[in-house]
């Protein structure tokens, strides 16, 4: 696994060895910016001949400066001060450590542009950009095949505040790279009873957790989510995760996740290529539990629920056929018409439970739900659907503050009758056109009068491109989104 850096915050001192790392932001004096650390001029001096300005993520490096107690000085261009923003300030941190992850001590010198909380988010991609998922790779980088450790300081005019500011980024990154350990899992290891027991682990940070098996689940009636995961060896679980952070008389706010830990489709089943990414196809279960350890670590001041529902969908003499009428724990009944349309049929009970157990005052389901949302936003973007403008309002400025974008899709009648059925209540697909909102408009009709948003994260959880604070194929796509919603309209 990982051997991710140790990164404190110290106040300013004489760097005695080890790398150095500045920012500098467009147009900076870097002679200035350098100071002591330049003794002789080489600094500056590399700077004009490489014509370095201070460019975004650009990058100058002096190895060996003469005269200078660094080993090394890097300087990151930091870009225009009035771009500043907190996904800026993330991948400049990730930049930073691509440019230093071989060195085993750095100081980084926090400008006076950087306060404590630009310190704790460029601690942050610093820490997120270190992760990697090499735990089943027999032959490794590093001495003696061992990768090697890395410490950081960062040197601020404020410690005590960027100490508090970065304790809080920390658990968040923490939580993702959480998230992203469970996508990158293999099914073979990660089944619904292990999975099971990676949330229960948070029972150490006081989060309280029980587990639901396939007993208790028939005894509910949740047909919908039982009956996609006959067809397995691996029996079903529904996890719930309470962090009481707030006050006792307090809703609950809840979060529900997909957790389908593989999808071979079922009866309907996926073409052979490609079928190895259905590991994934837990990523909004897993963006769930990185969450509610984000929560808990940071001691969020808030009552939150945690719920996954955990199936494997399989071909097998006792699987699911299309065709096949279910009758969901809120009573409705399903007509299903293909069983690689699973995922909304394990989020229907699961969102009914949590409906009628929690009364939460807002659920947020998270789901690798359909590849038709690709089609629309790509993989830049999650597909955000809601009942509630507030909540959707929220989401939106939640993504644009923390880089984890979504996009709002519609909902309404015209599409809602799309999924109507001669036999049943309803049926589990409407057809290839708009495939992400009649699959929103099937989670609608378990969510009663809740203020609800489902993000369908299909494009963003797993395989997402390549950016300066992940180089990781699970991105941990939603934990920092909702920690920022968390933040901003439920705290405080």
């Known amino acids: 696994m990982s051997m991710l850096p140790t990164i404190t915050i110290s106040k300013p001192a004489p760097i005695k060895k080890g790398a150095a ?152 990154a923490r939580g993702v790279m959480l998230a992203r350990d469970l996508v990158n899992e293999p099914a073979n290891i990660l089944g619904t009873e292990e999975f099971a027991a990676r949330g229960e682990a948070l029972e150490a940070l006081g989060v309280e957790t029980d587990i639901l098996d396939e007993k208790k689940m028939k005894k509910l009636g949740m047909g919908a989510l039982l009956g996609v995961a006959q067809g397995s060896v691996r029996p079903p679980r529904l996890l719930v995760m309470k962090w009481n952070g707030g006050k006792a008389k307090d809703k609950p706010i809840a979060f529900v996740g997909k957790g389908v830990v593989f999808d071979s489709g079922g009866i309907s089943i996926k073409p052979a290529g490609g079928m190895e990414d259905m590991k994934g196809d837990m990523g909004g279960a897993a963006a769930v539990v990185g969450l509610m350890h984000a929560l808990a670590a940071r001691k969020a001041a808030v009552n939150a629920i945690g719920m996954i529902g955990l199936v494997e969908n399989m071909p097998d003499g006792n699987a699911q056929r299309p065709g096949d009428i279910v009758t969901s724990m809120s009573g409705q009944t399903i007509e299903v018409i293909n069983t690689d349309a699973e995922g909304r049929l394990v989020l229907a009970d699961v969102l009914t439970y949590c409906n009628q157990t929690f009364e939460p005052r807002v659920m947020i389901d998270l789901a690798t739900l359909t590849g038709a949302v690709m089609v629309a936003l790509g993989q830049h973007h999650a597909g955000l659907f809601s009942n509630d403008d507030a909540v959707a309002d929220g989401l939106t400025r939640a993504g644009a503050q923390s880089g984890e974008k979504v996009w709002r899709l519609p909902l309404g009648p015209d599409y809602d009758k799309m999924i109507n059925s001669k036999f049943a209540d309803m049926k589990n697909v409407g057809g290839r056109n708009a495939g992400s909102i009649t699959a929103a408009q099937f989670l609608k009709r378990f969510v009663g009068d809740t203020p609800w948003a489902h993000l369908d994260v299909a494009g963003t959880a797993m395989s997402s491109p390549s950016n300066d604070f992940n180089r990781s194929w699970g991105s941990g796509f939603g934990v920092r989104l909702l920690d920022r919603w968390v933040r901003d309209t439920c705290e405080g």
């Open 21 to 172: 790392l500045l920012v500098a932001p467009e147009g900076a004096d870097i002679a200035a910016l350098a100071g002591d650390l330049d003794g002789e001029g080489v600094v500056a001096r590399a700077a004009e001949l490489a014509e370095f300005s201070g460019k975004a993520k650009t990058v100058l490096d002096v190895l060996a400066p003469a005269g200078s107690p660094a080993s090394r000085i890097v300087i990151i261009g930091q870009g225009k001060l009035e771009d500043a923003s907190e996904p800026g300030w993330i991948a400049l941190g990730g930049a930073a450590r691509g440019a230093l992850a071989k060195e085993p001590l750095v100081t980084m010198i926090a400008g006076e542009d950087m306060d404590a909380a630009v310190v704790a988010s460029f601690a942050q991609g610093y820490l997120m950009r270190a992760y990697t998922f090499d735990k089943y790779k027999t032959a490794k980088n590093g001495q003696n095949g061992k990768p090697k450790a890395q410490k950081l300081t960062i040197q601020s005019a404020d410690a005590a505040a960027a100490k508090t500011a970065w304790r809080d980024a920390e658990a968040v």
